[in-house]
């Protein structure tokens, strides 16, 4: 499936793997941070400047209805300042021919 391709390509880095996922024109959303749209804006957007390495991300749950998924799951990365980020996540996706048209994520650090 589409996302969890998508996933393991966060995981291990992999660009080319994550914007095989997207539709040309993805709209990516997260709520009170930032607005992109296209794969190039998308692909800016992998890169967390306050972090370093590769995310640990854990899917712990999915759902789906007609066009639209919801991920839930978890996400450790190491910050450049030290320590670590642990996370709690929740993706909107949705989709156009198995493909990631707009994803809205909502994290929270915990």
């Known amino acids: 499936m589409t996302i969890e391709t998508y996933i393991d390509g966060l ?3 992999n660009h080319e793997r994550i914007l095989a996922c997207l539709t040309d024109d993805v709209e990516w959303r997260r709520p009170g ?3 992109v749209v296209g794969k190039d804006a998308f692909e800016q957007k992998i890169e967390n ?13 999915m759902m ?14 190491a910050k450049k300042a ?5 996370a709690d996540f929740c993706d909107v ?13 909502y994290i929270s650090e915990v």
Request: net charge negative; proline share 2%.
């Open 93 to 105: 996706f949705v989709m156009e021919d198995a493909k990631i048209k707009r994803l809205t994520t």
């Open 11 to 13: 995981n291990k880095g």
């Open 82 to 86: 030290g320590g670590f980020m642990n």
């Open 33 to 35: 941070a930032f607005y």
């Open 49 to 61: 400047e306050e972090l370093t390495g590769l995310p640990e991300i854990e899917l712990t749950h």
């Open 64 to 77: 789906e209805d007609k066009d639209t998924v919801i991920a839930e799951g978890t996400v450790r990365c």
